[in-house]
């Protein structure tokens, strides 16, 4: 279990330290164990951070720790960035499993090394019993960055590709949360993106990547849309959606465009180039698909194209659609 003594700065918070979480996430810059780690200079540094209260801690597909390193390491790989170094500051609430702690901490060493990753600064804080629920983690990360993307370089013309199906995340999160038994085994997406996005900028004509966690698909192409003062059209029926996903979001009252994913992307390419970066994201994830394109008409506004060929707004997401999600 872990105590408030072990965030206390003493004897108790170096054993935690360094006999429990160096053992899982300890490398030669942490070791070093000063109050700031030396880390040389990237020639182009993308930097990034993100938190996670994700409740309850372990989902299926994965827990806070696994959805911390791949959320963090996932933004720099949207900016063409390879992960390198990450913060790690653990919030951690009394009385907290040790043995639970240390499957999260396996579960980050794992994540960790899918991305070539270290962790080399952190720290941990233990908070009074309810003071905060179970575990938090920020994470910030540096990469570097090898490609040239940018949601500035939207344009009339280009394809938009999704990575896979959608919502899975925010369905399998709600689903846990509700006690809903499925027959299905229905999970979140969350994971590592830097493997796929490495073999994807092997394609020439990349111009923009996104993750579409919070707000989903929806957020990601209204804010490019905004952003790039573009117009994105969206075949409805071109969505990829599992039965168990559209299941969930039917009990929920939501569209899956609005629903977080944790390991699904929405990539803009050169139309040309469309079949070869979908032949590199169907290698990862067969349900990869081409859902629209970017046009002049309705700038700063996403339209949704029915199967009937009708035509609506797809509108940013509002309100409080699920809260801790990530
Ligand atoms: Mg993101």
Not at 130 to 157: F, M
């Amino acid at each position: 279990m872990i105590t408030l003594a072990m965030g206390n700065g003493g004897v108790e918070n170096r054993d935690l330290i360094e006999k429990v979480i160096f053992r899982h996430l300890g490398n030669d810059l942490l070791a070093q164990a000063e109050d700031g780690t030396a880390i040389g200079s990237l020639p182009k540094a993308i930097f990034t951070t993100d938190s996670f209260t994700i409740s309850p801690l372990f989902f299926p597909g994965g827990d806070i720790g696994k959805l911390a390193v791949a959320g963090a390491c996932n933004d720099l790989a949207m900016m063409g960035a390879r992960p390198k170094f990450l913060s790690c500051s653990f919030i951690i609430e009394e009385g907290f499993s040790l043995r639970d702690f240390q499957r999260i901490l396996r579960s980050m060493a794992k994540e960790l090394s899918l991305n070539q990753a270290q962790i080399v600064t952190g720290d941990t804080k233990v908070v009074p019993k309810g003071s905060c629920d179970g575990l938090y983690i920020n994470i910030s990360a540096i990469g570097e960055q090898v490609a040239d993307v940018s949601q500035g370089y939207l344009k009339p013309g280009l394809a938009i590709l999704i990575s896979g199906s959608v919502a899975k995340h925010g369905a399998a999160i709600f689903a846990a949360r509700e006690g809903i038994e499925l027959q299905s085994d229905l999970m979140s997406d969350c994971k590592s993106l830097w493997p796929v996005v490495e073999e994807l900028l092997s394609v020439e004509g990349i111009k923009a990547m996104r993750d579409a966690t919070r707000g989903g698909v929806a957020a990601v192409l209204n804010e490019w849309a905004r952003a790039a003062g573009v117009g994105i059209e969206i075949d409805e029926g071109a969505v990829p959606v599992t039965e168990e996903v559209r299941g969930i979001c039917e009990m929920l009252g939501f569209e899956p465009l609005v629903l977080a994913n944790e390991g699904t992307f929405v990539v803009a390419v050169e139309p040309e180039s469309a079949p070869a970066a979908l032949e590199v994201l169907r290698r990862y994830d067969p349900d990869a698909s081409l859902i629209g394109r970017v046009q002049e008409e309705y700038a700063g506004r996403v339209v949704l194209r029915s199967q009937w060929g009708t035509r609506r707004f797809l509108d940013m997401p509002s309100g409080e659609i699920l809260p801790r999600i990530c």
